[in-house]
């Protein structure tokens, strides 16, 4: 058997912890895993009750957050390196920036046979200034040529990676899409739905958008508020925004829908009645999406976005920039109209047309359960990283070793 080490950033809710999860579990006998991750921003809903839920009790690196710390980041690179040594991996394989960084340096110092790494998404842009994305560009092309593979979720994130931002060369790039659970977004729809409604105190004719996501900066959560502005203006149907998740912005957002005369609700001061609703966090997505009626989002960058594949999978119709992988997550025209992350005015545009136009709602929602189910279901992305692991494996010469 084969022992595989696995790192990710930290337990926040999201499709890497999904991702991490499903591999540790659903992984080929042949592999034996040790899950590790950091700990999540305190703005951030935790994930840990994922892979418990899953017979999975992580190993937690209690250092290794998101934001940079030498003192925090050395100590979690020494912890990181303890594992190593009494673990004794065949394969680190690294989920994200931190763990990709901490971990493969740590794995490189123990001359780990194998060092995988996928990127979840990339900070090379919309996220710093130039001086300090080239500085991440640099430190991940040394770390890139010290790994045995890179993974992609999409064939776009590899272009970008491998062409545009020359992290390394294409043939070093694997792409293996994310895989969910995506049953419990298609069973009892109706009474998840009734949950939901009942809740937020809405009616039937109560056209329900929203959008999921942290509350930060790259999710542009600013231009959803615009457009649900400018629609709420000339549609006659009675709307309500659901902004769920958390984050730093929050604040801002609330500061926006005051300038802009849009009514919101949060936890701490609710408000039936209100146009805009804070929901934070809410665990159960499968509720949110069986009660939602549209799933929108605004972000400059996006790796593989989990909300989009469980619309889908619920069938619900989406509105998205496009940006990332996120063509290679929907069928554009089929399940989602999308927009350029510059351009505003056709994302209030598409929000206007799928608020308006229930026949062109039922149609989008049509084609979605079916291809995801198909292309990100959990056995799939489980069978596609074994593959890949014994491949790299054979190209070591341990496998006719040890098998």
């Not at 250092?63 to 690179?77: C, E, G, H, Q, T």
């Not at 780990?112 to 994305?133: C, K, L, M």
């Amino acid at each position: 058997m084969f022992r595989v080490l696995r790192l990710i950033n930290r337990f926040n809710l999201g499709g890497p912890t999904y991702n991490v999860t499903y591999l540790t579990k659903f992984i080929s006998p042949e592999f034996e895993t040790l899950l590790a991750g950091g700990v999540k921003d305190e703005s951030e809903a935790s994930s840990e009750h994922i892979p418990l839920e899953y017979g999975i009790k992580p190993v937690i690196i209690d250092k290794m957050r998101r934001s940079i710390n030498p003192v925090n980041d050395i100590l979690a690179y020494k912890k990181i390196k303890k594992l190593i040594r009494d673990y004794k991996p065949h394969i680190v394989h690294t989920h994200a920036s931190k763990a990709g960084f901490l971990g493969r340096m740590a794995a490189i110092s123990c001359n780990v046979p194998i060092i995988v790494h996928t990127f979840h998404g990339h900070v090379f842009h919309s996220y710093f200034d130039n001086i300090q994305t080239s500085v991440y560009k640099n430190i991940e092309k040394y770390l890139a040529a010290r790994s045995t593979a890179l993974i992609a979720l999409s064939e776009k994130q590899k272009i970008e990676l491998s062409q545009i931002h020359t992290i390394a060369p294409a043939e070093k790039f694997h792409v293996i899409p994310l895989g969910f659970d995506l049953e419990r977004f298609w069973t009892d729809t109706d009474a998840k739905r009734e949950i939901f409604r009942t809740q937020y105190k809405l009616d039937e004719d109560t056209v329900a958008i929203g959008i999921i996501g942290r509350l930060v900066p790259i999710k542009n959560h600013a231009l959803f508020l615009q457009a649900f502005k400018s629609v709420e203006e000339k549609s006659q149907k009675n709307t309500k925004a659901f902004i769920i998740g958390d984050g730093e912005l929050k604040k801002t957002l609330i500061q926006q829908c005051i300038e802009n005369d849009l009514s919101f609700s949060t936890i701490e001061d609710p408000n039936p009645s209100a146009k805009v609703i804070f929901t934070s966090w809410i665990k159960e997505a499968d509720i949110a999406m069986a009660g939602l009626d549209i799933v929108a989002l605004s972000s400059l960058n996006e790796g593989t976005p989990v909300s989009l594949i469980e619309a889908q999978a619920a069938g619900k119709p989406i509105i998205s920039t496009i940006t990332g992988g996120i063509e290679n997550v929907v069928i554009p025209g089929e399940t989602a109209l999308l927009s350029p992350v510059n351009g505003s005015a056709l994302f209030s545009e598409n929000l206007y047309k799928l608020l308006n136009d229930a026949e062109l709602r039922h149609k989008l929602s049509q084609k979605g359960r079916a291809f995801v189910n198909k292309n990100f279901s959990y056995n799939t992305l489980a069978d596609n990283m074994s593959s890949l692991y014994k491949k790299l494996l054979i190209n070591k010469g341990l496998w006719k070793i040890e098998n």
